[in-house]
């Protein structure tokens, strides 16, 4: 078999029976916690323009835009639930050799559960199988060195997922897969430099995608065959090198789903333990009487993933947009010594071009440090130290940020967030109903019933 062949079994013969109760448990704190990001991200000026680019289409087969109850063709209601998904840059993420974030496919499948009259069990059933796929295949490349981005991954697991959903064979899943494979490669310049809106939806356009090509194969659309292991594949064109596919989670292997981080905070995973670490300095320093005027110096010293990435370039010290500075880890890290929290107004204007702000990221060096490479991605350690004026030093080791795997937050804590997220687009009582409907999904019998629940206030 193939390796389009393999995933695309693998996909059609995972069952609800399958999971174990903590991955399915785990399953539902994952998708409260991205409807949490994408109510959230509801208001942003990249989803108005999702939103109403999807309003200009309409479908015989139609979907649903979260929050809005407007009704558009499948795949740009995929494209534009995912944009709001990932505007705050506060959704779940994964560490591998590759890094990015899972909860990006929910995007799609709400949109393949809709159109597949699936059940919350089926839901349940294909997070898991996307996360899965997405997860695996970070294990096994690192795709940045190459310059393509981690979405090129999304695009893969997507596809599984809402193949499942819509009721594909293992043929039609192995088809549509290879048809992405082939038409999905993204570049890893997306997410470095002044970086722009585009940051937030390119994951969202490989859900649009993975709709359309799904369509296609369930209607009998054929691709290129074998599309990893060809002469013109992606061994070639992208890996660079050939792979054989991990064991995949069932049968006694565990599900990935279970290694995957939540949030704390709305910013670049690969600053969460930075920004973890600077509040604890800042705790510090009120402990001691002392203000950020007595600070000299601060260094960071991390993965070298996350200084290639947050802190390898001009444009991190003085961001022009919220892309950039949610993914600047000397900006992040200034605003948690000056602020004692992170909101995502302090992405925005006026904190952008707040002087003494700027004056405080100005004192941020950043550099890597080969231990913290050794333990990727086992832990995601921080070193963090204030040089004071008086010559003292104040030093600080983050290895397990809150929301990692070793550091989880509780089921309260996600909760916490959410009704954060969400409290400006509806009414409490409205987001105890749709944490209430998440929580027991399993007992769902029409995913459809999802949507009344998300709408926000006009």
Known sequence: MTIAEKLGAYAASLKYEDLPPEVVHQAKRMIVDTLGCAIGGYASEPSRIAREFAATVTSTEPATVLCTGQKTSPDLAAFANGVMIRYLDFNDGYIGKEAGHPSDSIGALISAAEIGNATGRDFITSTVLAYEMFCRMCDLINFKPMGFDHVTIGAMANVLGASRLMGLSAEQTATALSITVAANVALYQTRIGNVSMWKGCAYANTSRNALFTVQMAKRGMTGPDPVFEGRGG???AVTRKAFELPAFGGNGQPFRIMDCLIKRY??????QSVVHAALEARARLESLGKSLDTIEKIHVRTLHTAVEMMAGDRDKWTPANRETADHSMPYTAAVALKYGSIKVEYFEDPYL?????????????CSVSEEANRREPEAMLCDFDLLLKDGSREEFRVEYHRGHPKNPMSDAE?????????SDQMPESQADDLLDFIWNIDQVDDIRKLFPLTLVRT
């Open 266 to 271: 709305p910013l670049g995973q690969y600053s």
């Open 234 to 236: 992606y061994f070639v």
């Open 414 to 422: 996600i909760e916490e967030k959410f009704r954060t997220l969400v």
């Open 353 to 365: 071009h707040d002087p003494e702000l700027l004056a405080l990221v100005a004192r941020i060096e």
